[in-house]
Structures are given as structure tokens and as C-alpha cells.
């Protein structure tokens, strides 16, 4: 049995940038939500991240549509259906804005990270590239269920740094996986079952890196009952921390099974 879901969403390009190189998409018949960080410079960042969540939500209506219709990329043994599907989007995003960078001076280099989440029967599915976060709300309880691929991170798990270390920590914003880079690119999916009452957000680091997960959570819980203005509150928080990023939201509450 479906899931029964609501969801809000919103972006806005923060204090310090010009431009907006953030992308959100919801694609609604396909219970699937999305937000990429664009990077590469002006305009560059903008089409890396509109062609990652446009490309996935094709592949989505296409394999929707049509269960014969040939994949790009092999099953995974051991994955799910849904899981595979996932996976075989965000390549398939990976791949094409990969090849579109290669053909065009212009957007050399440019890139983008990646979280999505969908749900199918009682479960959800969730896959990032990046540094792009997914939290869920449970209870009063948030948890942060994806993994940053960044330098930062890759030095926490090696070397145990402090919350001093981790505050001075010269490189936060180099990422070490993104759509793009490569020509092929490795996509974390994992699969877990939503309980009634839980709140997933999906962000870019223009939110997390300008609020404290405790400000996130305390305005997740005050608005659960309206997804629009937690979406606005967090959206307001992070441009009042200084805003130095564009900041993008999902919010994505599972009503009942």
C-alpha cells in the first residue's frame, strides 16, 4: 500500500550571491523529491543542477511508463528495484551533464551535488552524490541519514577532530564527489520504512552550513502541521546566520500507511 505524503518547497539565492545555482523538482505521480547544489560559475552551476534533477525525473516517467524500456546502467545484485532505478537516474545525470561539460568550453567544470527521495509501497529510497543533506524527523528526534562526501567529513571519520578542528577547518567546501566530475560517478542508495508523523528534509548546504542541526530540528518541530512556512523559517534562519549561500528545502511528511 502507498504512502500517504505531503510536501512543501522552496529556494532562495541567500545574501552574498547574485545568482542562484540551487535546483529543486518534485515530480508528484513518482513520489519523488530532489535538491542539487550547482557549481562552476555563473550560469554553469545553474544548468548542472537543472540538468541533475531533470534528467533523474525523466528516467523516472520513462521507466514509469514503460517497464521494457532498455536501462543504461545494469542492475546492482543485492539492490532493490527501487533502489537500482535511483541509482540508474543519478548516473544517467552524472553521465550526461559530464559529456555536456566536455562539449562546451563554457561550462568546463561545471558540477553539481544531489539528494532524492522516493517512495514506493511502504517504503523509502533515498540516493546523493555531494554534500547535500537529507534529514528525518522522528518524534522530536532528527536524524541526519545521508553522508556528506566532503574533505571535512573524510577527515572526521580518519582522524577524530574536535568541534574546534572541525569549526577551523580550512576546506568545508570542497566536496570529493559530485555529478559531473567524471564520467562515471559512485551514488550512495539506501532504503529504510518511514513511520506515520515522520518529516524528511532534503537541503543544500546553504542551509546546514548557515544553522545548527538543533535550529533545524527545533523548526522542523514547530511547523510540522504547515510544510510551507518551515520551509520559509528554515529558508529565513539560514539568511539571517548570514546567508552566504544559496539555500534550498524540501520538506516531505509521511501522513499514514
Known amino acids: 500500500m502507498a504512502l500517504k505524503l505531503k510536501y512543501a518547497g522552496n529556494t532562495h539565492v541567500g545574501?552574498?550571491?547574485?545568482?542562484?545555482?540551487?535546483?529543486?523538482?518534485?515530480?508528484?505521480?513518482?513520489?519523488?523529491?530532489?535538491?542539487?547544489?550547482?557549481?562552476?560559475?555563473?550560469?554553469?552551476?545553474?544548468?548542472?543542477?537543472?540538468?541533475?534533477?531533470?534528467?533523474?525525473?525523466?528516467?523516472?516517467?520513462?521507466?514509469?511508463?514503460?517497464?521494457?524500456?532498455?536501462?543504461?546502467?545494469?542492475?546492482?545484485?543485492?539492490?532493490?528495484?527501487?533502489?537500482?532505478?535511483?541509482?540508474?537516474?543519478?548516473?544517467?545525470?552524472?553521465?550526461?551533464?559530464?559529456?555536456?561539460?566536455?562539449?562546451?568550453?563554457?561550462?568546463?567544470?561545471?558540477?553539481?551535488?544531489?539528494?532524492?527521495?522516493?517512495?514506493?509501497?511502504?517504503?523509502?529510497?533515498?540516493?546523493h552524490v555531494g554534500d547535500s543533506r537529507i534529514y528525518r524527523l522522528r518524534g522530536d528526534e532528527l536524524t541526519q541519514v545521508t553522508e556528506d562526501h566532503s574533505l571535512l567529513n573524510d577527515y572526521i571519520k580518519m582522524k577524530d577532530l574536535t568541534e574546534q578542528e572541525i569549526e577551523n577547518f580550512p576546506h568545508k567546501n570542497v566536496i570529493v564527489r559530485a555529478l559531473g566530475m567524471k564520467e562515471t560517478v559512485q551514488v550512495d542508495v539506501q532504503h529504510e520504512e518511514p513511520e506515520p508523523g515522520d518529516l524528511y528534509l532534503l537541503c543544500s548546504d546553504g542551509l546546514n552550513g548557515m544553522i545548527t542541526d538543533e535550529d533545524i530540528r527545533r523548526i522542523m518541530i514547530e511547523n510540522r502541521e504547515d510544510l510551507e512556512k518551515g520551509c520559509e523559517d528554515l529558508i529565513q534562519a539560514a539568511n539571517d546566520g548570514g546567508g552566504n549561500d544559496n539555500v534550498t528545502v524540501v520538506l516531505v511528511e509521511v501522513l499514514e500507511k
Do not use: C
Not at 523529491?33 to 557549481?39: F, L, N, Q, R, T
Open 15 to 127: 545574501m552574498k550571491r547574485s545568482h542562484n545555482e540551487d535546483n529543486l523538482l518534485v515530480l508528484q505521480d513518482e513520489n519523488l523529491y530532489m535538491v542539487a547544489d550547482g557549481m562552476g560559475g555563473h550560469a554553469s552551476g545553474e544548468v548542472a543542477s537543472e540538468m541533475a534533477v531533470s534528467t533523474v525525473a525523466d528516467f523516472f516517467q520513462e521507466t514509469s511508463s514503460d517497464e521494457d524500456v532498455t536501462w543504461p546502467y545494469k542492475m546492482e545484485k543485492g539492490k532493490r528495484y527501487e533502489e537500482n532505478r535511483l541509482a540508474a537516474g543519478i548516473k544517467l545525470a552524472n553521465l550526461r551533464i559530464f559529456e555536456t561539460a566536455a562539449q562546451n568550453a563554457s561550462q568546463r567544470g561545471m558540477g553539481t551535488t544531489l539528494v532524492a527521495i522516493t517512495f514506493a509501497g511502504d517504503t523509502a529510497y533515498l540516493g
